[in-house]
């Protein structure tokens, strides 16, 4: 095949693409992007969340043990492979196992307890690509390991909202259960089985209810669904200090004004939650509406070789949360790449403006310029695109009085200051935006 590269030269190689279902974001978007990224951590650490940065890769064993073998996530669609060592690894398809791993490995559990971390990045299922849901996903997420108190539970959660709201994110509601602790789940999961049992299941489904009765639950189908309304429900079978437990959490959102619905059927895609569980779904969204969840996982230290410590957290969907700003029409980021925009006439001009935008960036000021020999009309439709609040203009003229021009690009004015004063001036200026 044969494609023509950007000076239109014909070239013999394919052009690549990215692998399928792996979005890039590329300007403005990635604008977009970043400032979602950007928001979540500054509430997180707002929260006293600490930052944790982990390996993209882990020993397959970890996700097998942490997150459960009978889960789609690590039956179906891990990205696993033998490295050259021999040894198999997979890409992360999720963030609680690791922290886990490094908590337990570091011995961050030694000191003040809860332990509150917050990480961001990719993680990778090799689930099937459709709008919103991606082989390379983007998650921001937290875990608060070693305390179980009820108002954890709520901080996590109200931490989420808070989240969504610093975006400007409306249109979501949260979605909230229980699924009990160790001393009344093997009982409600022998109930729920015992009910299965009664009903004409197909082969795979019956095999599910065998290792995960609970994932049956959440059989989507409608002559299924149809079928398990009359089933066992967690909820209903919860021992009093669970309950207990998770309605102090409800009392605690009560308190914060959290509004929630609770969803007894709620099923997570992943085996190590207990009690407190929830999502965040959006409407605006199509099939994969949830834009965020999380829950208690009280058991998992201890199931990865820990001390038997509980942990609550959640993972919020970057790319969805993006695509539900775009539902609503709401935007993140300001739109704009730098502040300052310097125009430069002239090679004299040039050799200033280069000193005054490095002066500019190190004084913080985000600044570029224009390059080449574009024309003054050119040039400013580059300060233009790069949303700047003001554009400096340096010609012959300026240079001969010693002066520069600050354009005020929003109020559509400008006027003539001394060169020693520009910098003064503009920082003013763009302090009084912030
Ligand atoms: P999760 O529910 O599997 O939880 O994922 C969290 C969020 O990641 C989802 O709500 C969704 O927004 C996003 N997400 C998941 N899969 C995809 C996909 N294929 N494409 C786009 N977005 C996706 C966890 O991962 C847990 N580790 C959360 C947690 C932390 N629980 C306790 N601590």
Redo the contacts with the bound molecule.
Sequence with gaps: MTTKDSSGKASSFTALKAPK?VPDYYPPVSAEFHAIKQAFTTAAHNAGYEHIELPIFEETALFARG?GESTD?VSKEMYTFADRGDRSVTLR?????G?MRAVIEHKLDRGQLPVKLTYNGP?F?Y?R?QA????????V???AIGVDDPALDAEVIALAHRCFTSVGLTGFRLELTSLGDSSDRPAYRQRLQDFLATLPLDEATRHRAQINPLRVLDDKRPEMQEMLAEAPLMLDHLSDSSREHFETVTGHLDDMGIEYTINPRMV???D??TKTCF??VHDGLGA?S????????DGLMAQLGGQDLS???????????LLALKAEEVQASTGRRVDVFGVAMGAEAKRTMVGLVDTLRAAGVATDMSYGDRGLKGAMKGADRAGALYALVLGDQELAEGTVVLKDLRAHDQRSLPMESVVDEVLRGVAQEQ
């Design positions: 279902g997150v996530v398809p999720e963030g609680t196992a922290v993680f299922r689930e690509p919103g849901r991606y082989r390379q996903l983007q998650q997420g937290v875990e997570r895609g992943l190590y939650y999502e965040f994969q949830g834009i965020g969840g999380g829950g208690r996982y942990g609550i957290g959640f993972g919020l969907g970057v790319d969805r949360t």
